[in-house]
DNA sequence: TTGAAAGCGCTAACAA
DNA sequence: TTGTTAGCGCTTTCAA
């Protein structure tokens, strides 16, 4: 909450003592009747027309000073709302935090640490209930004291670093292994990998996962088919065109992402490659693809539904030791074509 | 904010007035350091010291209430973040809202005119410093008072009803004008027309600009082409499908929104139908189609820019007259088949 | 059933 | 520079 003005044209809103001198009453029977509390019919009346008339509506945020009761609201902490991914998610938990009566406020720190910092201090300035968090930084340490002084916190899709704390992941690595020993099914034998940022706990997993397969195949790993740091779509556009253009090129790829292998996907288009491709991530139109598009699945509203609902656990006093759940990946093959003659 | 036990678990938090005695100073010091008021050296140091021993944060509903400065956060209600359209809408808003120093908070109204009225007044019982809706019901008088008590609002993508306020809109009509025109022009005659509930004013331009380029091109218009009330894309499907099945079947469909386009576009697949397609609104992956679509396009991101800064002009102090802007929408022509001989 | 007084955690106004 | 007092709008406590 940063240092704002004050609006100018703002009139002075109504408050309960405005209303009790209108009503001729007291403010306690005022805040009686706001709150459905047993007041006389005659008072009732006179209270409820004074609020009609003057425009009264409550201040929770006085209200919730006072009453020292929850606030109502939890923080939702994403990379990015636009991302299909994180729109389910926020989607999921304002639905469960609504049918707990508590309003969700999303923010995006759009990975960076710094800013995922700033928002989360926010969040707590606020006081609200508890926090759900995809994180972006390397550490989360600095949440400590928050837990400790019994802020619920829950974690999603990637595992905290520097902080016990309840968490709901995916089996990264089963899905990329998975994946990739797809395409070596598939007669496969060179596969580019794409990836995103390798300090996050998740990107690691899928490339572990990726390697496995290619050992269990009796592979040996190649170091040069392995891009990672993609962040936009249009990087793995291009590292697809890098790859393509080495002498011996990759018949195959493997994306750790869904906007990788939308990327990946527009340039094998483009060039109107025959090169196989299998993304993490499912996404609405993967069957309407050029392709038909093999992708790692998982269920994200899922993910989202059992995070929450341990937050609200929380919220409502579980202190149980904090736990990590893993939600299984899976193959969707809907099509994938071996290596050209 | 509905009543909710205190949670018991919640160690009580330290407060200024912990932090200063724990610093052997006063309470005002305290603030004063928090607040980067000037203090004295030594004092700045004890207290830092004992705010980070404790814990301290500042209670940001506190320091609100009394400082009778914004609160830092604006609402926005929409219909569902899930859609990729107000997944948009969500993400811009709160960019500029970061700009601003405040936060934003999302609720969703489902389409559901009661939720839509309970979410706004929890909106307005927060305090929050203004409000941008894409509004669902067809009345919005409720929030009469609100404006008058100084609550900037500013609608998106549909008009306030029964509410003078600003808004921000596409030109629905133009758009599904050349959006059939196109279909028209390719020598189609029978047009399927699919949209969704017509209670919506932007729902009724879309038809009446349907209407206009049948009009215009000499076109009966034959009530039996049109479905509306469709809201999932499995609805538009079968529609499609009891389109197609009629004696004298369609040749070409318009579809009202990029929902319903998609559930269109998987009924023609599924029936390997050569029927041309044009949809309002595009999306991301449409020139990736089975076959590429042509769509109604506009700037998403320029919508939600123009109406967020409207609102911060308005937090700010602006109070000239409400103002209405209409953003233009222009035809995506991406391919378009002809009538089948 | 109704009301008066105190106080939530902080900042504003004023005093030292 | 530092501290004291009052009070934001509401609920809680206690008394009538």
Redesign the pocket.
């Known amino acids: 909450m940063t240092q704002t003005p004050t609006r100018p044209t703002a009139r002075?809103?109504p408050?309960?003592?405005d209303v009790a001198r209108h009503a001729g009453?007291?403010?306690?029977?005022v805040?009686?009747v706001?709150?459905d509390e047993?007041?006389?019919q005659?008072?009732?009346g006179r209270v409820l027309a004074a609020i009609a008339e003057l425009g009264?509506?409550?201040?929770d945020i006085?209200?919730n000073?006072?009453?020292?009761?929850l606030n109502a609201t939890v923080g939702l902490l994403i990379e990015e709302i636009a991302n299909p991914f994180y729109a389910t998610i926020a989607s999921v938990a304002a639905e469960i935090a609504a049918a707990h009566g508590t309003m969700l406020i999303t923010a995006s720190s759009e990975e960076d640490p710094e800013r995922e910092r700033a928002l989360l201090q926010d969040f707590t300035q606020r006081r609200v209930d508890g926090l759900l968090v995809v994180p972006a930084g390397p550490d989360h340490s600095f949440l400590r004291r928050e837990v400790e002084l019994g802020m619920p916190v829950v974690f999603l899709d990637r595992p905290p670093q520097g902080l016990l704390a309840d968490a709901v992941l995916l089996d990264n690595q089963g899905g990329s292994r998975a994946g990739v020993g797809a395409l070596l099914d598939e007669g496969h034998r060179r596969v580019g990998v794409l990836l995103g940022a390798p300090t996050v706990p998740t990107i690691r997993e899928r490339l572990a996962g990726a390697r496995a397969a290619l050992t269990a195949a009796g592979i040996e790993h190649d170091e040069s088919l392995v891009r990672d740091r993609l962040i936009a779509p249009e990087e793995a556009g291009r590292a697809v065109a890098a790859l393509l253009d080495l002498p011996d090129p990759p018949t195959a790829f493997f994306c750790g992402n869904n906007r990788l292998t939308v990327g990946a996907l527009q340039e094998l288009h483009r060039r109107c490659s025959d090169a196989a491709l299998v993304g993490f991530d499912d996404f609405e139109l993967a069957h309407l693809m050029p392709r038909p598009l093999t992708v790692v699945g998982y269920d994200t509203r899922e993910l989202a539904r059992i995070a929450s609902e341990r937050l609200f656990r929380r919220i409502a006093g579980d202190d149980s030791p904090p736990s990590t759940t893993v939600l299984p990946t899976w193959l969707l093959r809907r099509g994938l074509t071996p290596p050209a003659a």
């Open positions: 002075r809103r408050t309960m003592v009453v007291s403010l306690k029977t805040s009686r706001v709150n047993p007041v006389g005659e008072l009732v009264f509506r409550r201040n006085a209200r000073l006072r009453s020292r009761q």
